[in-house]
């Protein structure tokens, strides 16, 4: 059930305020699904530029990739641009799910591709079933998550996804607090945590563009099961 006394006292806090430590408190200490999917599209009409992803880094991940027919599950797709550029040159593609828990950005998405699925999250994305895909993406939205919900969504990952991982996140090497800055991002860990934890699991790291140590640096990492 959604609790629209707290949606509207975030939204006020956060956009109109800026206060977005106090987002950041709330979100911690927990708050429901429903009422955060209500959150995010009070959100969209006044921050809807929220599509960030470094192209060619990503055009160069599928490039590596076998040429053979794939799934691709996006976590985070928001209205499917990305999704629209690598279609666009990617005939291998076969099927992409693209979740998200913005339900307007969904709706008003920009990819017309047949091969495009939209997926309209109720819950989070570790806890739904899914068949075997083969390829996992996720860009500038893990950030967005707590790191037990990250955790989550790693096992996820390494149950369902059985060829290849692409990230992308605004992130330092040992990961920060944000405690102070402008945006919904509360991951504490950072890039050494997801290629330590990746490479330790029994994946392969193939991909990992250098990258100042800095968040507007950008961080990318696409890995493969051994």
């Given amino acids: 059930m959604v609790d629209h006394k707290l949606v509207k006292e975030l939204f006020k806090k956060t956009v109109e305020d800026g206060n977005w430590d106090h987002y950041r408190g709330v979100y911690k200490r927990g ?6 999917v209500e959150l995010n599209n009070l959100w969209y009409p006044v921050i809807q530029d929220q599509e960030f992803y470094d192209i060619g880094k990503a055009k160069q991940f599928f490039d590596m990739l076998p040429d053979r027919p794939l799934t691709v599950v996006e976590l985070g797709c928001y209205r499917g641009t990305l999704a629209k550029q690598i279609l666009e040159i990617n005939d291998n593609i076969e099927v992409w799910y693209g979740y998200d828990l913005c339900h307007l950005a969904l709706k008003n998405r920009v990819v017309e591709d047949g091969r495009f699925h939209p997926v309209y999250m109720d819950t989070q994305w570790y806890n739904q079933d899914h068949d075997p895909f083969d390829v996992f993406i996720s860009t500038h939205t893990l950030e967005h998550m707590t790191n037990p919900e990250v955790r989550q969504t790693i096992v996820k990952i390494y149950e369902s996804c059985e060829l290849a991982v692409y990230l992308e996140l605004p992130v330092l090497e040992s990961g920060k607090t944000w405690r102070g800055g402008a945006s919904s991002h509360v991951l504490r860990w950072g890039r050494r945590y997801f290629r330590d934890k990746f490479t330790n699991d029994g994946w392969k790291i ?15 990492m696409g890995a493969t099961r051994r």
């Fill in 206 to 220: 193939i991909f990992e563009p250098p990258a100042k140590n800095t968040v507007s640096a950008g961080w990318a």
């Fill in 31 to 36: 708050i429901d699904f429903d009422s955060l």
